[in-house]
């Protein structure tokens, strides 16, 4: 949990708590060319390794500023995915190729994070307003730091998930009546060419920042 008034009350950072409780970060694989092969009880745990939360409140009322829990949707994640949803709606081998291809696709298309928002007063936590007091980045620990992706081709950097369907609840067992739920696309690829994820990455954050504090969302790369 986050305090984010008054500036300037000090606050130990993530690693430091971290350290001090002995905790170690999850870490995971950033490799997209790396075959996994999951059971399907595997989900859940997958699902846990690549989801973050962090929370931002106003101390003059306590008010939830933002919570906001985040799966960043890697291609380890993806596969843990394809073989849950092949199991559970008995998909012919066909079927889990064609799935296989369109999350490929996906994933080459851009980075996406899977959102989900709450916060005392309902338009904090609409991340996709035009007067949303959030600004949202991720930044990796070479100093890059990337915008959502400007809205085309009918797929928005931020899209509002508008409708949350039985699936998606099952499959992200955060999202619930009290959150609005998001998709947020970002570039793969700097100005330059160059990967945003590329090799010798070791860590990014996604980041909501503004007036009423900072959400941070941290993955570490490992080792494998």
Not at 113 to 129: E, I, K, M, P
Not at 186 to 203: A, K
Request: hydrophobic share 40%.
């Amino acid at each position: 949990m986050k305090l984010a008034r008054p500036r300037s009350l000090a606050l130990p950072t993530l690693a430091a708590v971290a350290g001090l409780c002995g905790c170690t970060e999850v870490q995971v694989n950033f490799s997209e060319t790396q075959t996994h092969t999951f059971e399907p009880s595997d989900y859940e745990r997958v699902l846990e390794r690549w989801t973050r939360d962090d929370e931002v409140y106003v101390l003059d009322g306590l008010d939830n500023a933002l919570t906001v829990t985040a799966t960043f949707q890697s291609w380890e994640y993806r596969q843990a995915y394809i073989d849950r949803y092949a199991y559970d709606f008995r998909l012919t081998d066909a079927e889990r190729q064609a799935l296989e291809t369109t999350q490929r696709a996906e994933l080459e298309t851009a980075h996406v994070f899977l959102v989900a928002a709450a916060a005392t007063r309902q338009g904090w936590a609409d991340l996709s307003s035009a007067d949303t007091p959030w600004k949202i980045r991720l930044v990796n620990d070479q100093g890059d730091l990337v915008a959502p992706l400007p809205d085309a081709n009918d797929m928005p950097g931020i899209e509002p998930v508008k409708r949350v369907t039985p699936t998606q609840q099952a499959y992200f067992p955060y999202i619930n009546v009290f959150r609005q739920v998001f998709l947020i696309r970002f570039p793969r690829v700097l100005p330059d060419g160059t990967g945003v994820l590329r090799p010798g990455v070791e860590s990014f954050t996604l980041e909501f920042a503004g007036a009423l504090g900072r959400a941070e969302l941290h993955w570490s790369s490992s080792a494998e």
